[in-house]
């Protein structure tokens, strides 16, 4: 990871299971290092469940493990693209502001369902009744299309206006579901912490970056990131986009008769590269990691 250690970390990138598509490259250690990945919290809020991929505690600062963090991300990207292959579809939750435009982004490149504004509880665990919403929302969306709204009069086309408003940042994202999801992908497993809680009521798996101040074990496949700066979300949360594309081209793939066999997930290590080091790199910048945790974190 970072400062000085007896191993080092990969500058290639690394090369993770074929699915008869597109090789899985995810970003090299350097490019998560200065995407300031491994910054987390101050010492005072971490959370001590998250020792198995922390690193060392430096000058007030928890360092997140880069090399645990790869592990990690490798895992996950392998389990979305197998699910995704296999037909199902995955919910990405990024409802916190830093994480709104990458998450929308890759939802429209991978066509899967998202929620950016606010999280409905009971989305997952009271489906019927919100999918009535869904089913309202669509209705006034028919509306909108044939014009009934314009020649309402002024006073009622405004309150549909306003319910729309509503129902549109509830489910903006999900108007294509009719069920539940296989899997979601959550930004920050703080701030979704009742989208993970009704997923681990029903057993669907979750993949969320966790931060030193979280509990990763809420979390089936937890990635251990920075959460709360803009370019660590982007490297990681494209990286997992990546993966959500080779999964609809395995589809397509399967579906034709053409996918090779599915490998297993249990992969558990990684090739470093014994020839690169951050360490110099490391130590020059971990003086100043305080000051880079507070211009990355959102004010008030």
């Keep these: 990871m970072v400062g000085r250690r007896s191993h080092t970390l990969s500058q290639a990138r690394v090369q993770g299971p074929s699915y008869g598509v597109r090789s899985t490259e995810l970003p090299t250690a350097k490019e998560l290092f200065d995407a300031s990945v491994h910054v987390g919290h101050q010492v005072r809020r971490w959370n001590p469940k998250f020792r198995p991929y922390l690193y060392a505690h430096r000058y007030g600062i928890s360092i997140i493990d880069l090399e645990k963090t790869l592990i990690q991300l490798e895992k996950a990207c392998a389990f979305l693209e197998q699910l995704v292959t296999s037909g199902q579809n995955v919910w990405l939750l990024g409802t916190k502001p830093q994480a709104r435009d990458v998450v929308r982004s890759i939802a429209e490149e991978t066509a899967m369902p998202f929620c950016l504004v606010r999280w409905l509880g009971g989305t997952i665990t009271n489906f019927p009744t919100i999918n009535e919403g869904l089913e309202k929302y669509r209705k006034f969306l028919a509306m909108e299309q044939r014009g009934d709204i314009e020649r309402m009069p002024n006073k009622e086309a405004s309150s549909l206006r306003r319910k729309m408003l509503r129902l549109k940042n509830n489910f903006e994202g999900l108007l294509g579901i009719r ?63 990546d993966a959500l594309l080779r999964g609809k081209e395995g589809r397509e793939l399967r579906q034709a008769g053409k996918l090779s066999p599915l490998p297993s997930l249990e992969r558990e290590d990684i090739e470093l590269d014994p020839q690169f080091t951050l360490s110099e790199d490391a130590e020059m910048a971990l003086g100043n990691l305080e000051n880079l945790r507070e211009k990355e974190e959102p004010k008030g």
């Design 179 to 241: 069920e539940r999801p296989a899997a979601i992908v959550a930004v920050d497993s703080g701030h979704e912490a009742i989208a993970i809680q009704e997923a681990n009521k029903w057993n669907i798996p979750v993949v969320a970056l966790v931060d030193t101040n979280s509990d990763p074990s809420r979390v089936d496949h937890p990635i251990p990131a920075n959460d709360d700066s803009v370019r660590s979300i982007q490297i990681i949360v494209r990286a997992i986009g």
